[in-house]
């Protein structure tokens, strides 16, 4: 970690190599040890443009504001942190709030979820279609993907309500199959232009950051509607998001190459642009049931950013695309229930001796992750029964 004159609890993942951004009490903050940081008021005054930019509610005009304008934030923040100087002291600390309650930090303009984990698309293809391929024929030419319902994307810690559906063909009820999905996501910054592609070598253009995703899923639904068009209902009540939006720019030292991409993909997916060496954990009622490792997906996000603006569907301000669920090559790398369980075959032990094979009313699931010594922290949630 980057020295720093504020004294910080020792080996905590919101070190001055982090400095992510979220909202709390209708402020930008910056979480920095376990304190807060205001971001307009530590800026205000040594950087009062830069200030006015997070001088509200939500953090849209620094997303929309770009590369250039990012650098210049970060940088600002970085020197008042390191560079121990009074005036700096004096910024910070009439800066610095209490920890509270996280909201969404920016307006989720379009929802898109990929499934790029290998592992994760041929397990699910062996359990939905064992009689067929595991991977979808367009799966290695493509990073396959839905449009989802942003409207329903929460800030983490918002109550899961089981949802009901349609689970076969006589029974409306509430899910009996509520999963979760470990996924990495990436928050667009900078909108492009209605008929013109984002080229894979331009994503940091326009992506600003990456946040934890759980995609929760409630499989008996899911099964029973997805064919031809995809997930609907199975998926639209609710998907958690972190609070921290961790910019890439914290992130560099993380990125790698991802897996070897056989065949080799068309043109406009290339340069493949890297993967995210991100550990994530999931744990369930506080217990860890999984490992998922980012860096395993097939598909990066400079792919999936090219894919999801090829046909010239434009970016907005704020929109989201999802990894889809992480899933690695061990039976403790799985980022579903459905998966670590086997379709809810094989029932899950947890070390406290309950076992599950999808969610009970009143789990609380806890997905967070680290990339070396930063803390990307955590989405969690708890499920409430049907109304
Ligand atoms: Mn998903």
């Known amino acids: 970690m980057s020295g720093t004159w504020l004294p910080l609890p020792a080996g905590t993942g919101f070190g001055v190599d982090n400095l992510p951004y979220g909202v ?33 509610p939500s953090l849209d005009p620094l997303l929309a504001a770009g590369p250039a304008t990012w650098a210049a934030v970060r940088g600002a923040l970085t020197s008042l942190l ?16 209490p920890a509270g309650e996280p909201q969404l930090p920016f307006t989720v303009a379009d929802y898109v979820d990929f499934y790029s984990s290998e592992q994760h698309a041929t397990n699910v293809g062996r359990l939905f279609r064992p009689d067929s391929p595991a991977l979808p024929r367009a799966w290695r030419y493509l990073p396959i993907g839905y449009h989802g319902r942003a409207g329903t994307v929460a800030v983490s810690g918002t109550p899961v309500v089981r949802p009901c559906g349609q689970l076969s063909e006589s029974v409306y009820g509430p899910t009996r199959r509520l999963d979760i999905e470990a996924e990495v996501g990436f928050v667009v910054g900078v909108p492009s232009r209605l008929g013109t592609p984002v080229r894979a070598a ?6 600003f950051g990456v ?3 759980n995609d929760w899923s409630a499989r008996d639904v899911q099964a029973f509607e997805y064919q031809p068009l995809g997930p609907f209902l199975g998926k639209s009540f609710l998907t958690s998001v972190s609070p921290w939006v961790v910019p890439l720019a914290a992130l560099e030292h993380a ?13 406009h997916l290339l340069p493949a642009g890297p993967g995210l060496a991100l550990e994530l954990e999931v744990r369930l009622n506080d217990q860890v049931v999984s490992r998922p490792p980012a860096a395993s997906l097939y598909w990066t996000a400079a792919q999936q950013l090219a894919h999801l603006t090829a046909n010239g569907a434009s970016l907005r301000t704020g929109d989201l695309y999802a990894s889809g669920t992480v899933s690695g090559d061990e039976p403790d790398q799985l980022g579903s229930l ?4 086997s379709g809810g075959h094989r029932p899950l032990t947890l070390p406290d001796g309950t076992t599950r094979t999808f969610l009970a009313d ?15 922290g955590a989405v969690t949630g708890t499920v409430h029964p049907s109304p």
Not at 259 to 264: C, N, T
Not at 362 to 376: C, E, H, P, Q, T
């Open 362 to 376: 009143g789990d609380a699931v806890r997905i967070s992750a680290m990339a070396g010594g930063i803390s990307l």
């Open 211 to 213: 946040v934890l995703v």
């Open 24 to 56: 709390v009490g209708g402020r930008v903050v910056v979480p920095v040890g376990d304190d807060l940081l205001d971001l307009a008021a530590a800026l205000a005054p040594v950087q009062a443009r830069l200030a006015g930019l997070v001088d509200r």
């Open 338 to 341: 459905l998966e670590l369980t």
């Open 255 to 267: 990125f790698v190459d991802p897996p070897a991409q056989h065949p080799r993909p068309a043109g």
């Open 82 to 97: 390191t560079e121990d100087r009074p005036e700096h002291r004096r910024a910070v600390q009439d800066a610095l709030r």
């Open 202 to 207: 331009d994503w940091r253009q326009h992506v």
